[in-house]
């Protein structure tokens, strides 16, 4: 049988997986809380959706 060189994977730290995942959640449900906490603020930070967007 032919061996065939195939480059080993590398492996990624378990502390950059945890890191990565704690920030994304961090941000995502700090995101909703400022929405749900703090609905008139948010609301004049980001346009109304149904509104439409003029390209003038």
């Given at each position: 049988m032919a061996q065939t060189n195939q480059p080993e994977l590398a492996s990624i730290p378990?502390?950059?997986i945890a890191t990565f995942?704690?920030?994304?959640?961090v941000i995502a449900w700090g995101i909703l809380?400022?929405?749900?906490?703090?609905?008139?603020?948010?609301?004049?930070?980001?346009?109304?959706?149904a509104t439409p967007i003029?390209?003038?």
């Open positions: 378990y502390a950059s995942f704690v920030l994304t959640f809380a400022a929405y749900i906490f703090l609905p008139e603020i948010m609301s004049g930070q980001m346009p109304n959706p003029s390209l003038r």
